[in-house]
């Protein structure tokens, strides 16, 4: 099985992996803005997200060899890869098992480290949306505030809905399997596992997901990482502060 990408521009290869919950649409503004610097842009959307095939198998092993059987079916290689939350553990499982196919590496806003499950009102949430009564997004979003209160976060959801039919609503991602599996998500990166080549942490300013006491670990699996903060940014920095974000990367891979 393929994974589903939208590819922008022509030039080196630059992948985007996106978050737990999300999807490549939620990079659709970078990857245009990244295409216009020359670089051939991989929006992909990881398995059981976005257009990608489902399945019952979710763990980073099984995302890393998705990943490779989409660069070996595109005849990849000298990538850029770039990978936000989940998305960033990926990258950083992929860049150590395959350290040949990647010529720099960035992680935005997650460190190696084991991460406890703490998705829990957001996957309750989207559980108690009942598709055979919702008929709008509005609709929709009454029922998740009552349990996420953040506006942003809601919107961000709410993007995974579309109309299966005329006034039927559902949503993209195989939400049974996310729930089922989400403790694989906070799995740390193996502690053999080494990438030596360039890399770029990116951490959110407001964000607690990359700490001091990270730096450690990430220099110990990527001795030449670089950790730059992003101003007035959470976990979502690269939709918090664009144009930092943005100049940041370009910064680092030109």
């Not at 978050?19 to 295409?35: I, P, R, V």
Request: net charge negative.
């Amino acid at each position: 099985m393929l994974l589903h990408s939208n590819i922008i521009g022509k030039g080196q290869p630059f992948i985007i992996l996106h978050g737990f919950l999300g999807s490549s649409d939620n990079w659709k503004t970078l990857g245009t803005q990244f295409s216009e610097q020359n670089f051939q842009v991989h929006l992909v959307d990881q398995r059981n997200h976005g257009h990608s095939f489902h399945s019952e198998e979710f763990n980073y092993d099984v995302l890393v060899e998705d990943l490779k059987t989409y660069c070996d079916t595109h005849q990849l290689k000298n990538i850029l890869l770039l990978g936000h939350s989940m998305g960033g553990k990926t990258a950083m499982l992929f860049a150590t098992q395959y350290p040949e196919l990647v010529s720099k590496l960035i992680v935005a806003d997650i460190s190696p480290r084991f991460y406890p499950i703490h998705h829990d009102g957001i996957l309750n949430g989207l559980a108690a949306l009942n598709f055979d009564v919702l008929k709008s997004r509005g609709e929709a979003d009454t029922i998740l505030s009552k349990y996420i209160s953040d506006f942003g976060t809601r919107q961000f959801l709410l993007k995974n809905l579309y109309w299966v039919e005329k006034g039927k609503l559902a949503l993209r991602m195989n939400l049974e399997v996310l729930k089922d599996e989400v403790a694989e998500i906070g799995e740390p990166l193996p502690s053999q596992a080494t990438f030596e080549k360039d890399t770029l942490f990116l951490r959110g300013d407001r964000s607690e997901y990359i700490g001091v006491d990270d730096e450690d670990i990430i220099v110990t699996h990527f001795p030449k990482a670089k950790i730059v903060t992003i101003s007035n940014a959470g976990h979502w920095l690269h939709a918090e502060n664009p144009t930092d974000f943005f100049d940041a990367v370009m910064a680092f891979v030109s």
